[in-house]
Every structure is written in structure tokens, then in C-alpha cells.
């Protein structure tokens, strides 16, 4: 019979430790994490008075470090071409290096999206050039083609929306239970590029739009306005009354993965410093006073969704 062979001193004072370790240390629960940090940067119609270069630095000199494009947009002071598919080699070459030297990510771009899978195969082959991780369209027609090329290039899409207009009924998407409808029995990398903005516009309280559409936020175009109901000016985040803390609250309970593009429409020429404040806003919103919506608003102006 073999004996086990006898601890020495420092043995068991190690074995106490950890001991002592694994009883007291406290285990780090979910609430102790930190809180994920957001990615936000702008879309580039926010400086569409300047090239797209112009637009990349001006993210950068605002705190931002995302980008989403929009086609068209001029490339450079010396060079005309306008932002899409059209871009050669050299071009997206250039325009990486551009986004590296300043530390921005090229992370989507707002596009019509063919329904015609050749055409739509090029965008998409495009956008898996220049590294894009996401599309935003109003392309309801092509919707069958987006999935095909969802899951052969990996790159999510989401569906934006403009604000509901009078005398167009057949657009819908201004409405969050109609993009839930279409997005809903669709691949998971299809959902929804809300903006706060064009909800507020069309009188749908953008909190409720977010919860609806949890786990389908694709990304998020962010703005704060005074008033739910009508269009008006977009707002410095706090300023406004579109709960914009709320609405950051929200995106945490959901572990949104996605980016929060500023798209600041007034003040087209000088608006880099409240385009810092709003992304200030989103890293630290319990340090800014907000704005309430007004009392008796409803909870959601949305009609119930059709078609």
C-alpha cells in the first residue's frame, strides 16, 4: 500500500488560497460588465457639400470613426468621380489609405439595390472590396435578390425609411411594423436601418420602432428633433425630445452589433462641432440634460401596418 505523500507548508498555504479564492472572489455578473461601446461615425450626406475625402476627415475631426456612403458623392478634389461601383482599383486603393490615415472604417453605404441578380451581384461585389460590413436601401422590390446575396457575400442589409408623405401611399416602409413584415421570415442579416428622424416626421415614437424591431436593427441613422408629428431641424442629441439616452439604453438591452451613423441636416457648411457633441452624447449620454417628449404624445402614431 502506497501513502500518499505528506503536503509540505507551502503546499497547503497555496491550497488554502485558492481555496479562499474560489469561495470569496466575487464572480463578475452581467451588470458588472462594461457597458459595449458603440460604433458611430456619420453618413456622408451630413458633409455632401464637400467631397467624400472631405467627408472621411470631418468624421475624424468630429469624434467619429464609422462612415456610411452615398452614391455620387465626389471622390476628391482631384478626382471627380463620383462614390459607386464605378470606382476602380487605384481609386478604392486611394480612398482605403484615405480612411486608414485617419482612422475611420468604411462600414456601409445607402444604395438602391437591383433587382436583377447580375446587377445586384456587382454592387455587392463592390461593397465586398472596399470592406463594407452593411447596405442600406429602400429596395422593397428586390427583396428576394438581397437575401441571395446576403448569404453569398455575408453582407447584411438593412431597410431605410423616409417619412411618410401625403398622396404617396404605396410607401410604406416609414411605418416599422411593415419593415418587421418584410424582414421577419428573411435571413437574420436583413432587418432595418432606422432612422430616428423620418420616424419622428411621420409620427412614430422612435423608442417603440426599436423595440419593435429588436433583433433586426441592421443600424441606426440617429437624430434628435423637437417634435413628434411634423418635420423639423435636427437637434444636438439631448436637445430634442426623441428620448436619444433611451433610445442608447434600448440598443444595449438588444447587444446591438451594428453602427450609429450621424446624420446631422442643418448647418451644412460648420456643423463638425455639433456633430462632436451628438457622438460626445452617445459615449457619455448621462452627462447631457434631454429633452422629454411632450405630454400627452402617443406611444406610437404608426397605424397598423398594411399590404
Not at 238 to 257: C, D, P, S
Not at 264 to 285: A, G, H, K, M
Request: neutral net charge; aromatic residues 8%; hydrophobic residues 40%.
Amino acid at each position: 500500500m502506497t501513502l500518499a505523500p505528506t503536503q509540505t507548508p507551502l503546499q497547503r498555504v497555496a491550497a488554502c488560497l485558492l481555496l479562499f479564492l474560489a469561495l470569496f472572489l466575487p464572480v463578475p455578473s452581467s451588470a458588472q460588465q462594461p457597458e459595449p461601446v458603440f460604433r458611430a461615425g456619420c453618413q456622408t450626406y451630413t458633409f455632401n457639400r464637400y467631397t467624400v475625402y472631405e467627408a472621411v476627415e470631418k468624421t475624424a475631426e468630429a469624434g467619429g470613426t464609422v462612415v456610411e456612403f452615398y452614391p455620387g458623392q465626389r471622390l476628391s478634389a482631384a478626382d471627380p468621380k463620383g462614390f459607386g461601383p464605378g470606382l476602380g482599383d487605384d481609386q478604392l486603393t486611394a480612398l482605403r489609405e484615405h480612411l486608414k490615415k485617419h482612422g475611420v472604417t468604411a462600414a456601409s453605404c445607402y444604395t438602391g439595390i437591383p433587382k436583377d441578380e447580375a446587377q445586384a451581384r456587382r454592387l455587392f461585389e463592390f461593397a465586398k472590396r472596399l470592406g463594407l460590413e452593411s447596405l442600406t436601401t429602400e429596395s422593397v422590390d428586390a427583396i428576394g435578390t438581397i437575401e441571395k446575396m446576403v448569404k453569398e457575400f455575408d453582407i447584411r442589409v438593412g431597410f431605410h425609411e423616409h417619412m411618410r408623405t401625403p398622396g404617396k401611399e404605396d410607401y410604406k416602409l416609414w411605418d416599422p411594423r411593415f419593415v418587421l413584415d418584410l424582414v421577419k421570415d428573411r435571413d437574420p442579416r436583413i432587418g432595418a436601418c432606422g432612422d430616428t428622424g423620418h420616424w419622428a416626421s411621420s409620427g412614430v415614437v422612435p423608442l417603440d420602432a426599436i423595440k419593435l424591431l429588436a433583433g433586426r436593427m441592421i443600424s441606426l441613422h440617429l437624430k434628435d428633433r423637437t417634435e413628434i408629428g411634423r418635420p423639423t431641424t435636427d437637434q444636438i442629441f439631448g436637445k430634442g425630445v426623441l428620448n436619444i439616452a433611451g433610445i442608447l439604453q434600448e440598443l444595449r438591452l438588444q447587444k446591438f452589433g451594428g453602427c450609429i451613423f450621424i446624420e446631422y441636416e442643418t448647418n451644412w457648411t460648420s456643423s463638425v462641432p455639433d456633430v462632436r457633441q451628438c457622438l460626445d452624447f452617445i459615449r457619455n449620454p448621462a452627462s447631457a440634460t434631454e429633452g422629454t417628449i411632450p405630454a400627452g404624445a402617443p406611444a406610437s402614431a404608426a397605424p397598423k401596418a398594411s399590404g
